[in-house]
């Protein structure tokens, strides 16, 4: 018989409730009487007790005498998992082959020590035999001393002696309760909170290795059967999209969760032989990860056309407002527009949160739609909102004017102004910004005497003059002055004659 380690089996029990064993400890043990002579009750004499109980290491028997004036001299003991496992010749048991056999020097008690190497619930067959002893006084003479077998009352061998073995089935411990959806994230069960099935459950020893593993059925129940007396460790493994809830809350041990929040795992758990513990349990909530976008145009939330009115070459100052509506942390915020690519990230943003991104654009010509969308994580799981913003630009009033002159005079039909040939010819352009927004690039030429001169730019209202002089040729002449200048890449031009005609 292996007794140098020990083995035995856990069993994750799905949907089972966990049986009543009774346990056994040395304050309260199990316990059959000694007795001399005869299988039979009745006629036999019961001299003391065999006590017999076992903890996580070891199985106890433990033989005591009540009856005044015996002793203990010889112990016989055979344990074992079946009758015939124990010696025996025609039925009968023999002592004398069994495992545990200890000579003694008149005792009251003794206690024999095994290595416990059975699973629990295994059942046990005993056979406890003893040798005592009286003295039984002859007169003054000195007395004689009477020595007998006895058993520790049980079941009869099937031999024709009158030997007698025990059973005792090695207490089975147990841990279990439920998982249940805590709705109102209090850590307490309360009534119509009902239990999560399919959770898995998961059992360790308090040195972090891993016994067993089960699932809660349909009512949140779980259990680990079989277990020897020891320091056991629950884990639980949530859902996804669940958190545990608070530990330890309400006082009442069967009603509170014991799960730590972060992992799962319950502080260490001693069971003693037999016990049964039926209030390891773990609350777990839903959480809602969850984010808003709001995206605005200037301070408008311009989510239907025609938006927010500009005019072209505005700044759009476009504004994603993003918020963390929802009951977790979430990480890796990113901010991304259909139109203008990736405007920003977050690397986490708290519950209730906000965090704001811009980008601002010129306006150009027409009805526009932008949409803007985020997207963040909670533990793997992504979250999502997407919202438009519309804007139309229109074309400003953009307009220039030019007016040339010959000396000084608006000169724009024929006959003109009347020179004498080689008497001097002033062209004076006149060039004024009549429009609502300042041009730039502003260029005046002339179809006959080319290029005049350029301004980089002209304000609102504002005027500029370039002037060429030449000599009075013969005969009528006509020269046609042009400026062209342009706003966010639009044109615009004007154009004025002068005429005048030289004589001799």
Not at 42 to 67: H, M, P, T
Not at 240 to 263: C, I, K, V
Not at 406 to 428: K, R, Y
Request: charged fraction near 15%; hydrophobic fraction near 40%; charge should be negative.
């Amino acid at each position: 018989m292996g007794k140098s380690f020990k083995v035995f089996m856990i069993m994750g029990l799905l949907c089972l409730a966990a049986t009543s064993v009774f346990a056994y400890t040395e304050s309260d043990p199990f316990v059959t009487d000694l007795i001399i002579g005869g299988g039979a009750k009745a006629s036999a004499k019961d001299i003391g007790d065999v006590e017999i109980w076992n903890d996580r290491d070891f199985l106890y028997v433990k033989y005591v005498i009540s009856y005044p004036d015996w002793c203990i001299m010889q112990t016989h003991l055979e344990v074992a998992t079946s009758l015939s496992a124990i010696p025996q010749k025609k039925g009968n048991p023999i002592p004398g082959k069994f495992e545990y056999i200890d000579k003694h020097d008149c005792v009251s008690e003794f206690v024999i020590t095994i290595p416990l190497t059975w699973a629990p619930g295994t059942e046990l067959f005993i056979a406890s035999h003893a040798v005592v002893r009286t003295a039984v006084p002859i007169g003054n003479l000195i007395p004689i001393y009477l020595y007998e077998t006895v058993w520790g009352f049980g079941s009869r061998f099937p031999g024709k002696n009158w030997a007698t073995y025990i059973k005792y089935r090695i207490p089975a411990g147990s841990i279990g309760d439920v998982v249940w959806d805590d709705l109102n994230r209090n850590g307490i069960q309360d009534a119509g909170e009902s239990g999560i099935s399919r959770i898995e459950v998961n059992l360790y020893d308090c040195l972090g290795n891993k016994l067993a593993s089960t699932f809660t059925c349909a009512n949140g129940s779980y259990s680990f059967s079989g277990l020897h007396p020891g320091d056991y460790r629950i884990k639980f493994v949530a859902h996804d999209r669940f958190l545990f809830s608070p530990p330890n809350q309400g006082g009442d041990p069967a009603r509170d969760s014991n799960a730590d929040q972060s992992t799962g795992l319950t502080s260490c758990i001693t069971i003693a032989s037999g016990e049964h513990n039926s209030t390891i349990d773990a609350g777990l909530y839903e959480i809602t990860p969850a984010i808003d976008l709001e995206k605005y145009i200037g301070d408008q939330d311009a989510d239907e056309a025609p938006g927010v009115a500009l005019t072209v070459g505005d700044p759009v100052v476009f504004t994603f407002a993003v918020t963390n509506v929802g009951d977790v942390d979430l990480t890796n915020v990113a901010v991304t527009d259909d139109v203008l690519g990736a405007i920003c990230t977050v690397f986490s943003l708290e519950v209730g949160d906000t965090t704001t991104c811009t980008v601002a654009i010129p306006a150009e010509l027409g009805l526009h739609q932008n949409i803007g969308t985020v997207t963040a994580e909670y533990n793997g799981y992504s979250v999502s909102d997407s919202d438009p913003a519309f804007y139309t630009a229109t074309l400003p009033n953009f307009a220039i004017d030019i007016e040339k002159f010959i000396n000084g005079q608006d000169a724009d039909e024929a006959p003109g102004v009347a020179l004498t040939v080689g008497e001097s010819v002033n062209f004076a352009y006149v060039v004024t910004n009549v429009g609502d927004v300042d041009l730039t690039n502003v260029a005046v030429t002339d179809d006959v005497l080319g290029s005049i001169c350029t301004v980089f730019s002209l304000g609102a209202g504002e005027s500029g003059t370039c002037s060429v002089t030449i000599p009075a040729e013969l005969g009528l002449h006509q020269n046609i002055g042009t400026v062209t200048a342009e706003y966010n890449g639009y044109s615009v031009s004007d154009s004025d004659l002068a005429v005048y005609t030289g004589s001799e």
